[in-house]
């Protein structure tokens, strides 16, 4: 059976669905001369920024074959115990019960979140408690934050969006959003729209962050690459790479890449903030 026996055949039917949309990358099969292997597999907003170490690893190395799919977390975790990958992509830490003596975590770096404004909102920060309401629809004004008069509009994301899936593990915690929510298909969309419209409110990952719009506190703490290497600033998704061991030679260099300088440039100017 090929393709590390279907990941071991586990989570099959999720990894299958992503790749069918763009979630697969291979890297590059047609070297007919390549005998190394590296499977990677997991967490879609940990792949966003895989994906970018790829191509520069390959100029080290050009004899690998790298398998790179996008998915979600507990899938790649549980198909790289089962022997079915080299590396799982996480965009969490590991729980109690996955906890396992020969998995390695290795913390890539951060991913922060901004909730923005137009610059014309005298409003400067926010509690988790208000975001909420606003994204519910139960704030509909302004003024009830201390703002002028007007009525908020909110604008979103799709519901594939990760940025949007972070909003609502850490904000909406199972509440639905507004069906008066305008939601838009890409961040620089949500942007452009924020910029121009007063009342504007919105969610765009940190590296978005721009003169047109001015970025809000949250419980008194503003997004920065300090607060999110503090973890003061409650709207961070860690990035991980999981290995199993023993690992192959192959995996501990990419590893190790990633976490170098040179992977750590890569991702940084991706907008991960970075942890070397």
């Known amino acids: 059976m090929e393709r590390r026996e279907l990941l071991k055949r586990v989570g099959l039917g999720s990894l299958i669905a992503v790749a069918g949309v763009g979630g697969l990358y291979s890297y590059p099969l047609i070297f007919s001369k390549a005998h190394k292997s ?5 967490s879609s907003a940990v792949s966003r920024f895989v994906s970018f170490l790829v191509e520069p690893f390959l100029k080290q190395d050009p004899n690998v074959d790298i398998a790179l ?14 022997g079915g990958i080299d590396i799982a992509m996480m965009s969490r830490g590991l729980s109690f019960d996955e906890y396992n003596p020969d998995l390695v975590v290795n913390l890539l770096g951060f991913e922060g979140v901004a909730l923005i404004v137009n610059p014309n909102n005298p409003v400067q920060g926010l509690s988790i408690e208000q975001v ?8 509909k004004n302004w003024s009830e934050l201390g703002g002028l008069t007007g009525e908020i509009q909110v604008y979103g994301r799709n519901e594939s969006s990760t940025t949007r899936g972070l909003i609502q593990y850490f904000v909406m915690k199972g509440a639905a959003f ?3 929510t305008k939601n838009l298909e890409s961040a620089k ?5 924020v910029a121009g419209d007063r009342n504007a409110f919105a969610y765009v990952t940190a590296k978005y962050l721009e003169n047109r719009i001015r970025g809000l506190a ?13 973890g003061t600033y409650p709207l961070r998704r860690e990035i991980f790479l999981v290995t199993k061991t ?3 030679a192959v995996t501990k260099q990419f590893i190790a890449f ?19």
């Open 38 to 42: 590296l499977m990677i597999a997991g």
């Open 69 to 82: 799919e996008g998915g979600d977390s507990l899938t790649g975790l549980v198909s790289l115990v089962n």
């Open 132 to 139: 909420n309401g606003i994204l519910r629809g139960q704030i």
């Open 178 to 180: 507004s069906s008066k």
């Open 189 to 193: 969309q949500v942007v452009d729209a």
């Open 218 to 230: 949250i419980g008194g703490v503003e997004v920065s690459n300090k607060s999110l290497l503090l």
């Open 246 to 248: 023993p690992s192959t």
């Open 258 to 276: 990633g976490l170098g300088n040179a992977g750590q440039d890569i991702l940084e100017d991706r907008g991960l903030t970075r942890i070397n």
